[in-house]
């Protein structure tokens, strides 16, 4: 899933590119808005929040998408058009006098009025790269439930937006803690201004880089690495598969750098065997193709 960065990055991208063009033509690939007509607005802005895009036309209309695990933004020249094999992964055609837009596997996407953006984002925490970032707030709720696992809180949009699995990983291993460490047992504000620094740091340099080494399989220090010794002592780095309840995601951890309590083995395999858990360069690949999943409006999404 893209994270508050990833995302970020790809609003700047398309606000480059798009911003100050009229469209020409619009294509909403989607039930739900099958008739809708943005032709004639122009493009005024690409803001991101969190995970979220919110991408503003003028008359008031907002286009509000949220990427999940594979959603996409493509943009090719004025007199092009992506190759017919994407055809089935496009959501929504936005031709413009200039450059043409593709949603492409988009999940969420659907049209609000500009004043009602809260609607869509306003159950979200503070945007941990915004300008106007509130650690204040984002820290009071982080605090609020005190026997809640770090990871877990960290990865909870409604108490601050932005911060994924990489980040949130990566962040309790550099902090020392265990993922399942209590939050009232961390630095709080140390560990949010950790994850926010990293973060700021990823907007103007290719990649997710934790380690401070860009070279392939070097990138992280346990996100995607189980089985493999951990950078800093050579304890193999452990790996617990998301169970399904809120927050509780895909997790690596060392068990000698991160003290602190750990899921029972019947909650984690004790070998995750060939699959992404044990790759970290698998992670972030958009090369596999879906089915042709419909975008539909849903309810508030993290």
């Known amino acids: 899933m893209p994270e508050g960065d990833s995302v970020w990055k790809a609003a700047r991208r398309m606000r480059e590119q798009l911003v100050g063009r009229t469209v020409v033509t619009s294509d909403f690939r989607v039930p739900q808005h099958a008739t809708a007509d ?8 690409f803001d991101s929040y969190g995970k979220h895009m919110l991408t503003r036309f003028s008359g008031g209309i907002t286009l509000h998408t949220h990427f999940e695990m594979d959603g996409a933004w493509q943009v090719v020249g004025p007199g092009k058009v992506l190759p017919r094999s994407f055809d089935d992964e496009v959501r929504l055609v936005l031709r413009t006098d ?9 999940p969420v996407l659907e049209l609000v009025a500009t004043d009602r ?13 915004a300008d106007d970032w509130d650690e204040d707030e984002a820290l009071r709720r982080l605090a609020a439930d005190p026997d809640r696992p770090l990871v877990e809180a960290l990865l909870d949009q409604k108490d601050l937006a932005g911060i994924g699995n990489l980040w949130a990983v990566e962040t309790c291993y550099l902090r020392g803690h265990s993922p399942w460490t209590p939050v009232r047992d961390v630095d709080l504000r140390a560990t ?8 700021q740091h990823s907007l103007e340099h290719p990649g997710q880089v934790t380690t401070g080494d860009t070279r392939r399989g070097m990138t992280h220090w346990v996100y995607g690495r189980a089985e493999r010794p951990c950078r800093r002592c050579g304890t193999p780095v452990v790996f617990r598969d998301s169970t399904g309840a809120p927050y ?6 060392c068990p000698s ?9 019947e909650e ?7 699959r992404r858990g044990v790759n970290e360069e ?7 193709r879906l089915s042709g999943r419909p975008g539909y409006s849903r309810g508030p999404r993290a």
């Open 282 to 288: 698998s992670f972030g690949s958009r090369t596999r």
């Open 38 to 45: 943005l032709s004639g607005r122009t493009v005024t802005a």
């Open 192 to 199: 949010v201004r950790l994850a926010r620094r990293m973060m």
């Open 98 to 106: 200039g450059p043409t837009a593709y949603a492409l596997r988009m």
């Open 117 to 129: 953006e809260a609607d869509v984002v306003g159950h979200l925490g503070p945007d941990i790269l």
């Open 257 to 265: 750098c991160q003290p602190g309590p750990f899921p029972s083995l």
């Open 248 to 253: 509780a995601r895909e997790t690596w951890w």
């Open 268 to 274: 984690r395999p004790t070998r995750p065997g060939l």
